[in-house]
Every structure is written in structure tokens, then in C-alpha cells.
């Protein structure tokens, strides 16, 4: 089995560390024409990154970087490199600097995809034992949006301030009329990840503490990143938040309510084991902590109605009380999670298949999916299909939240 290296999270501790370790990596396809690429059961990960270069007859012109390919034995071993040089402000790339962010690149690929696998792995699992249909492999790309070149008068990056700069962050991507970001390439409807290679450099968080300097905010070197995006994966198969199934696939949205963002913080930190999802990246200590940790004690009098209000920061209500939910159901049941997780997969479910219908329509479906009292109902429906005997835990832990189950749900 090939190997590669990559991150890995200790959830021990205040916050968690992590520390780069070689690890094996599961579920590759067999190899293509004599090399193994890093293409699997669960995902698919490519290389978006392209540079300027001078030739030898000194004339610049793009190279792409292509996909990471295995060393002589057969393993995906790079440096992470603080995440990465900024290959966007310089008129050419010079080879020190191309190795260090070809470096950090395929680091990422590697890390991506071994993240990918861990919870693509476990929700198939979870589904598995459901009776459900299994998700559809996912295609992530790696320094995606990289601002560093330009092809018929369009850089592929993010425009901002009167200049175009690489994207920072992630994001989870389905065929659609207009983007945010324009996507220069078609995109898959089943959904694409795309993580940015970042541009600004971070002095807090796992990240700089494990390098002992400041680093990069590359979103593929950073799991709970990763993990998110998948959650939007998750959703979009499960409970079709968007109500995308009733769209052409080459016409679905990309738009993300709050309850959306809420469980894919919840998947993040049902994969790291601890609350505080953004440690990677920002400082987490006794005087500060992340408004997105899921220790967070919002409640719905906390929810912002405005419109632009951000989807996040709302959904952080809605993950908090899942995390808070899970946390007491392991301390009952000592199984690390596994009955919440479950029952949470289960209820995604069971929102998918609520609609303002016969016949649905798109605005009435998506209204009721993205409501919260119609999630927890869901919920508490799945717990009564799975469990039956954890109700007053769960109806009691939303409470507290000043979330409540519908009286009647069609």
C-alpha cells in the first residue's frame, strides 16, 4: 500500500496539536499505466495549480503543475513547507521558489486526499449500516484559484481591490448559472471541493505553533477545512438542502444556509474530536476563543435575521447544540460518538425527503428544509427509528438553544 505524509490531529490537551506523520493511504485505485495517483474509492484529487516560467529560449509562458506522482517506491512523501511561497506578485517564477510551492502543493494534494478518504470512509460506513445510497466520489482540487497566471484575459483567482490575488479559504462547488468565483473549468454535478492555496500568512494556531513560524493559510494542509467542504458534500446527497434534485444538474445553487454551515462544522468536529474546529489556523487559549468553536453558548435570541447576515456565524447556534448533544450521548454510551453521528445521517435523511408537496416546489422545499424546527424534528424522528429512548436528551439539549420541533410536519 502506498504512503504518504501528511497531518495528523491530537485531540488531547486544551485546544488539540498535530504533528506531521506517514501514514498509509487507503482505497487508491490501482495503478494507471504502472503509477498509482491520488485517485480512490471516495475521492479524487487534482492539482490546479499553473506558474509562469522562462524557457530556455528565455520567453515566459504557463506550466501547469499537474498531479502529484509517487517516489521510487511508490509513496507521496513532501515537505509541507510552511504552506507554501506566493508565486502570484512575481512577473516569472524562479526555481527556489517553484520548489517551494510545487513542494507545499503536493504536500497538500496528499493531505487532502488522506483526509478526504478518513471521512468520506467513515460517513459510507454510517450510510452503510442505514440501508442508504452511498455518496458519489468527490473531486477536490488543490490550489484551486491560484491568481498566478492569465488565459484570454482572465486570471483564475479572486479580484479584489483593483487586483486579482489567490483565493484563501475553500469552497464547495456544483455546476451553476454564475459563481462568485467564475470557474474556468466545467465542473462536476456531483460537487468539487476547491481549496485555496491561501496568501496571507498566520502567527497562531496548530499550524505556526507545530512549524515554530508563521505559516501559510493553505487550506489543503489544514483538515478541518477539509472536512467541512465534505460536509457540504454530505448535505447535498443527504437532506438537499438547496432543494437541488428538483434543478437540471447543470443549473443547481451554490448558496449555503446557516443550518448547512452548522452541520458541516459539526462533521468537522465529529472528525477532529474536539469543538474548537478553527485551532489550525487562529489562536485558541483561555482569552480567546474562535466564534465558531462549538463550545460556543449561543442560543436563537444570538440569530442574526438581517439580510447578508453570515450564514456561519447563524449556523454556529445549530452546530454547538449537535456537538453539545453528541458530547452527552458519548458520556452515556462511551461509543465515541458513533449513536449520535448515526442518528445524525439518519435525520439528514429523513430532511431530504421533506418537500411542500405534491408537487414540491423550489422555494416551499427549500424553506422547510432550511428551517431549524423542521431539522430537529427530523431529528428527533430519526432518534425514535434508531434509539427511542434518548428523546428527552435530545429535545432538552435544543431547548436550551431555544430550538424546538414543529408541531406538524408534512
Known amino acids: 500500500m502506498a504512503c504518504g505524509r501528511v497531518y495528523l490531529w491530537n485531540p488531547c490537551g486544551a485546544t488539540g496539536s498535530l ?21 480512490g474509492r471516495f475521492a479524487r484529487v487534482r492539482n490546479g495549480a499553473s506558474v509562469l516560467r522562462r524557457n530556455h529560449d528565455n520567453e515566459i509562458g504557463i506550466v501547469a503543475m499537474g498531479d502529484a506522482e509517487p517516489d521510487a517506491n511508490g509513496d507521496f512523501l513532501f515537505d509541507p513547507g510552511l504552506g507554501g511561497a506566493r508565486v502570484d506578485k512575481v512577473p ?19 493531505n487532502t486526499y488522506y483526509h478526504l478518504d478518513r471521512i468520506a470512509s467513515y460517513i459510507h460506513g454510517l450510510l452503510l449500516k442505514l440501508g442508504a ?9 488543490v490550489n484551486a484559484h491560484h491568481a498566478a497566471t492569465e488565459e484570454s484575459g482572465t486570471r483564475d483567482g479572486v479580484w479584489r481591490d483593483g ?31 476547491h481549496l485555496g492555496p491561501g496568501r496571507g500568512l498566520t502567527s497562531h494556531g496548530a499550524l505556526a505553533q507545530y512549524a515554530g513560524r508563521p505559516y501559510r493559510a493553505n487550506a489543503s494542509h489544514n483538515a478541518g477545512i477539509i472536512y467541512h467542504e465534505y460536509g457540504h458534500h454530505i448535505t447535498r446527497h443527504t437532506a438537499d438542502l438547496r432543494a437541488n434534485r428538483l434543478r437540471t444538474p447543470q443549473r443547481q445553487s451554490n448558496r449555503k444556509s446557516s443550518l448547512d454551515e452548522g452541520y458541516c462544522d459539526y462533521w468537522s468536529a465529529s472528525l477532529l474530536g474536539t469543538p474548537h474546529i478553527w485551532a489550525w489556523h487562529r489562536r485558541h487559549d483561555n482569552q480567546t476563543v474562535h466564534p465558531r468553536s462549538l463550545a460556543s453558548k449561543k442560543t436563537m435570541q444570538d440569530y442574526d435575521e438581517r439580510p447578508g447576515a453570515d450564514p456561519h456565524l447563524n449556523g454556529t447556534i445549530w452546530a454547538a447544540a449537535l456537538w453539545e448533544l453528541r458530547t ?14 448515526l442518528i445524525i445521517i439518519e435525520s439528514l435523511l429523513r430532511l431530504g425527503q421533506v418537500s411542500d408537496g405534491p408537487p414540491a416546489t423550489l422555494r416551499g422545499t427549500r424553506r422547510l428544509r432550511n428551517d431549524y424546527r423542521t431539522a430537529l424534528t427530523c431529528l428527533v424522528r430519526a432518534e425514535q427509528s434508531l434509539a ?23
Open 92 to 110: 516569472y517564477v524562479k526555481r527556489l521558489r517553484l520548489r517551494h510551492y510545487c513542494e507545499a502543493a503536493r504536500f497538500g494534494e496528499v
Open 19 to 39: 504533528t506531521a506523520c506517514i501514514v498509509p493511504l487507503a482505497n487508491l485505485d490501482d495503478a494507471d499505466c504502472g503509477m498509482v495517483r491520488l485517485s
Open 163 to 193: 487586483r486579482w490575488l489567490p483565493f484563501q479559504g475553500a469552497h464547495y462547488r456544483l455546476p451553476a448559472r454564475r459563481h462568485d468565483i467564475p470557474e474556468l473549468a466545467p465542473l462536476s454535478p456531483d460537487g468539487e471541493i
Open 388 to 410: 427511542g429512548s434518548h428523546r428527552d436528551l435530545v429535545t432538552s439539549t435544543f431547548a436550551k438553544r431555544g430550538i424546538y420541533p414543529c408541531t406538524s410536519l408534512p
Open 328 to 341: 452527552r450521548m458519548t458520556a452515556k454510551l462511551g461509543d465515541g460518538g458513533f449513536q449520535a453521528d
Open 133 to 141: 445510497v452511498p455518496l458519489p466520489r468527490i473531486t477536490a482540487t
